[in-house]
C-alpha cells in the first residue's frame, strides 16, 4: 500500500484496478480545510492520462507487476520487436504499437526491462539516456555559435533532435529517453 506521502514521479499504483504511473504530483496545504494531493496518472494499459486529487493520507494499492530484464534483439516487419529474456532466454515479441515512439531508443544488444501486468507484457521501461549515432546534419556555418543556434540531427535509429551547430555526422549523442532531447556529445568520429 502507498500513502500519499509515498508518491513521487514514476511510482508504479493500482487506480480504478488498473495499473497507473505518476507522471506529476503536488501536495497542497489549503490555508482551511484539509490537505491533499494533485496527480497527473498515466494508465499503463492504454496510454490515456488522467488527473485526480486525492485527500492526504489516502491510499493506493501497489499494482501486480511483474520486471523482467531483457535485450532488444532486432525489429523485423512480420514479427514486429523481438526481445530476448536474460534469464529464461525465451524470446518476446512485441508489436509496433505496443512499443510507439520508443522504439526511436531501440539499440541492438540494449538491455532494459519489460513489464508484465497479470501475464501480459504492457510496456517497456527505458534507461535515462541512450548513446546514438548522427547519421544525418547539415554543417554548421563557422562563426554562426555566437546566437547559441541549433539545427535538426537524424539519429540511426530514425530520431530527428535540435542540436547545436557544432554537431557532425558520425559523432555519438547521448539523447534523453524521458524528453527526447540531446543532453551531450559523448564521442566525435575518429
Same mark, same amino acid.
Given at each position: 500500500?502507498?500513502?500519499?506521502?509515498? @508518491? #513521487?514521479? $514514476?511510482? !508504479?499504483?493500482?487506480?480504478? *484496478?488498473?495499473?497507473?504511473?505518476?507522471?506529476? &504530483? /503536488?501536495?497542497?496545504? +489549503?490555508?482551511?480545510?484539509?490537505?491533499?494531493?494533485?496527480?497527473?496518472?498515466?494508465?499503463?494499459?492504454?496510454?490515456?492520462?488522467?488527473?485526480?486529487? @486525492? #485527500?492526504? $493520507?489516502? !491510499?493506493?494499492?501497489?499494482? *501486480?507487476?511483474?520486471?523482467?530484464?531483457?535485450? &532488444? /534483439?532486432?525489429?523485423? +516487419?512480420?514479427?514486429?520487436?523481438?526481445?530476448?529474456?536474460?534469464?529464461?532466454?525465451?524470446?518476446?515479441?512485441?508489436?509496433?504499437?505496443?512499443?510507439?515512439?520508443?522504439?526511436?531508443?531501440?539499440?541492438?544488444?540494449?538491455?532494459?526491462?519489460?513489464?508484465?501486468?497479470?501475464?501480459?507484457?504492457?510496456?517497456?521501461?527505458?534507461?535515462?539516456?541512450?548513446?546514438?549515432?548522427?547519421?544525418?546534419?547539415?554543417?554548421?556555418?563557422?562563426?554562426?555559435?555566437?546566437?547559441?543556434?541549433?539545427?535538426?540531427?537524424?539519429?540511426?535509429?530514425?530520431?530527428?533532435?535540435?542540436?547545436?551547430?557544432?554537431?557532425?555526422?558520425?559523432?555519438?549523442?547521448?539523447?534523453?529517453?524521458?524528453?527526447?532531447?540531446?543532453?551531450?556529445?559523448?564521442?566525435?568520429?575518429?
Amino acid at each position: 500500500m502507498y500513502s500519499t506521502s509515498d @508518491f #513521487r514521479k $514514476g511510482l !508504479k499504483v493500482t487506480f480504478k *484496478d488498473e495499473p497507473y504511473i505518476i507522471i506529476d &504530483f /503536488l501536495h497542497v496545504k +489549503p490555508g482551511k480545510g484539509g490537505a491533499f494531493v494533485r496527480t497527473k496518472l498515466k494508465n499503463l494499459l492504454s496510454g490515456r492520462v488522467l488527473e485526480e486529487t @486525492f #485527500r492526504s $493520507g489516502e !491510499k493506493l494499492e501497489e499494482p *501486480d507487476l511483474e520486471e523482467k530484464t531483457v535485450e &532488444f /534483439l532486432y525489429h523485423d +516487419p512480420k514479427d514486429g520487436y523481438v526481445f530476448m529474456d536474460k534469464a529464461s532466454y525465451e524470446q518476446i515479441h512485441l508489436m509496433d504499437d505496443q512499443v510507439g515512439d520508443n522504439r526511436y531508443y531501440l539499440v541492438e544488444n540494449m538491455e532494459l526491462y519489460l513489464n508484465y501486468y497479470r501475464g501480459q507484457p504492457i510496456g517497456l521501461d527505458f534507461p535515462t539516456t541512450v548513446s546514438l549515432e548522427v547519421v544525418k546534419s547539415d554543417p554548421g556555418v563557422k562563426g554562426d555559435t555566437a546566437t547559441g543556434a541549433n539545427k535538426p540531427a537524424t539519429l540511426s535509429t530514425g530520431l530527428t533532435v535540435q542540436v547545436p551547430l557544432f554537431i557532425n555526422e558520425g559523432d555519438i549523442l547521448k539523447i534523453d529517453t524521458r524528453t527526447g532531447t540531446y543532453i551531450e556529445r559523448a564521442k566525435t568520429k575518429a
